[in-house]
């Protein structure tokens, strides 16, 4: 499900302040568009020379489960086509217009197959795609950035030993890449804009080796030297914000988590000045949401990860006034989503997880149900329809294992707990678990945990059996070969 914001500047004949306090008051600003074939989340989002948006890969929505197919939407006809598939399905990757018109696509994860470091190009044209040389290393949620040179820069990202401090460089004229020197501090996670300058600015992330830790540190890359030096210091840490260039050269920066919880606050970096300050603060802390600046010079922040679920809100970010108002509100929350600010004015936001509170164990596909159809469906694809205590706490047990040979992939795992007290409409009985039963992944296949009475959170397992998490892990088998 879609859904594409009116904007500001659509309202023919309406200035835009009158439009401002027209919008708000009189109606939501959100409208419905058509629906992708696939349910994703973790995509990209790219719009093409032709005016119509790159939708591409990401997860299947409440799964770890990656996708390489790839969609486009048409604004004129407010219709999707399919824009073939990638030889290696992938998520939390980059997607990079070329001045030719192709689409760069690079890093990532893949439940297919090992973390990819290959590249591939997508060309409208011929609505296919080809291989674009390899990077270096496998980059999970790194970012890529467009050089004023046609070369395109990714930094940073989650290897299999940790965050990397290493940057590469794609060159399409020989379709290969190249060294483009080493952060100060490794990072994934974070931002990376382009300035009026021709360098950019990456800022915020978190780091991910022994432990988290997450960088106050913003960095320049400078494509004449090929080098990095620093930019001065957020006033908060953040992993996945939001950086907008604004049309006074400034970047807004806003949102993000971090060891505090999620963050409200936002900043602006000032390259004359090589400084930040305060923007003011969101009325939701959230991460993982999507930032586009409006044809009127405002920024629009929309859905993300809050501590309540998945965010509907949206918000407006006014830089002639540096505070934040309301942005409506979406039908569904979206963690996760994409944003593309279309031709029109129109912002089509797409996809992305609606995490509900309410929940209950998702129905197999040979279960009759008398219920309507498409609310059984919704069922269905929202695997994990619940955020369990594990699920919520994925990241301190992917710090807490850097042995394993893919940390990534340990927390796809643990993402995947599904916690039930209800089935079917009803709640769980003694026969099915009572009073509540844990789906958990295994090596091979899956355990089911019943008659759950209390989960206990600790520091440490130190002081419970053998000292390694679990049975069989105290026996020396690989931990994720039991529960």
């Not at 419905?32 to 719009?47: F, I």
């Not at 690079?106 to 060309?123: C, I, K, R």
């Not at 940057?167 to 009026?196: C, I, M, Q, V, Y």
């Not at 004015?345 to 008398?370: C, F, K, W, Y």
Request: hydrophobic residues 40%; glycine residues 10%.
């Amino acid at each position: 499900m879609l859904r594409r914001m009116k904007s500001w500047m659509a309202c023919v004949g309406l200035s835009l302040a009158l439009l401002k306090s027209w919008a708000w008051a009189v109606t939501n600003p959100w409208v419905p568009a058509s629906a992708m074939a696939q349910y994703r989340e973790e995509h990209t989002a790219t719009l093409l020379l032709s005016g119509k948006v790159l939708i591409v890969g990401g997860s299947v929505g409440g799964t770890s489960r990656t996708l390489a197919s790839a969609e486009l939407y048409d604004p004129a006809t407010n219709s999707w086509s399919g824009a073939g598939a990638m030889t290696t399905s992938r998520r939390g990757h980059t997607a990079t217009l070329l001045p030719t018109g192709k689409v760069l696509v690079a890093g990532g994860e893949s439940t297919e197959s090992d973390n990819p470091t290959n590249a591939e190009l997508y060309d409208p044209a011929t609505n296919s795609w080809s291989a674009a040389g390899t990077l270096s290393a496998r980059r999970v949620f790194p970012a890529s950035t467009l050089l004023p040179s046609g070369k395109v820069l990714v930094s940073g990202g989650i290897s299999s030993n940790g965050t990397l401090a290493s940057a590469e460089l794609f060159d399409p004229a020989t379709n290969s890449w190249s060294a483009a020197g080493t952060l100060n501090f490794a990072r994934d996670a974070h931002t990376a804009t382009l300035l009026p300058s021709g360098k950019v600015l990456v800022a915020g992330g978190e780091k991910l080796n022994v432990s988290f830790s997450y960088p106050t540190s913003a960095e320049l890359y400078d494509p004449a030297t090929n080098g990095w030096s620093i930019a001065g210091t957020l006033t908060a840490a953040r992993r996945f914000s939001t950086a907008t260039l604004l049309s006074s050269g400034k970047v807004l920066v806003a949102g993000g988590h971090s060891n505090q919880g999620y963050i409200a606050s936002a900043e602006l970096y000032d390259p004359s000045t090589n400084s930040w300050s305060a923007a003011g603060a969101l009325t939701t802390p959230r991460e993982l949401h999507t930032a586009t600046q409006l044809s009127s010079g405002q920024v629009l922040v929309a859905g993300g990860a809050t501590s309540s679920g998945s965010a509907a809100d949206a918000e407006l970010y006014d830089p002639a006034t540096n505070s934040w108002l309301s942005g409506g509100t979406m039908s569904i929350g979206r963690m996760s989503p994409s944003a593309t600010l279309l031709p029109s004015g129109e912002v089509l936001v797409e996809g992305g997880d609606d995490h509900a509170i309410d929940l209950q164990t998702p129905l197999r596909r040979n279960m009759s149900d008398p219920r309507d159809k498409e609310a059984v469906r919704r069922l269905m694809r929202v695997r994990r329809r619940i955020e369990t205590t594990i699920g919520q706490l994925a990241e301190f047990y992917r710090a807490e294992k850097p042995g394993a040979r893919d940390l990534f992939h340990m927390v796809s795992r643990l993402a995947r707990k599904i916690l039930a007290y209800n089935m079917n409409g009803r709640a769980l009985d003694v026969g099915h678990g009572a009073p509540l039963r844990l789906r958990v992944e295994r090596q091979l296949g899956y355990k089911q945990a019943k008659y759950i009475n209390r989960i206990e959170i600790v520091n440490s397992f130190a002081q419970i059996g053998g000292g390694k998490g679990g049975y069989w892990e105290d026996r020396g088998y690989e931990w994720y070969a039991g529960i």
